[in-house]
């Protein structure tokens, strides 16, 4: 599982889409997450403006597993 460091409280699904490069530009989020199945901590999620804090696991099939991990280690 790789790691989406951030040094924010949160970053939204829409810009982990594009962190991830399953998107190329956040005006895509919208249209890739009604075409796409996208899993937060287990769940599908079709919210472009999820949080996503510290421990929560995203899975975008095709793409990859990915864990939101706070840059200094915090919640």
């Known amino acids: 599982m790789d790691e ?3 040094d924010t409280e949160f970053i939204t699904l829409g810009q982990a889409l594009k962190v991830t ?3 190329s530009s956040g005006g895509m989020a919208k ?3 009604q075409e796409n199945d996208v899993y937060v901590n287990g769940e599908i999620d079709n919210r472009r403006g999820r949080k996503l804090r510290h421990g929560d696991v995203i899975n975008i099939p ?3 597993r990915y864990v939101i991990v706070n840059k ?3 919640i």
Do not use: H
């Open 4 to 6: 989406i460091v951030i």
């Open 21 to 23: 490069d399953a998107i």
């Open 31 to 33: 249209w890739f997450l």
């Open 62 to 64: 095709g793409v990859g």
């Open 72 to 74: 200094n280690g915090e």
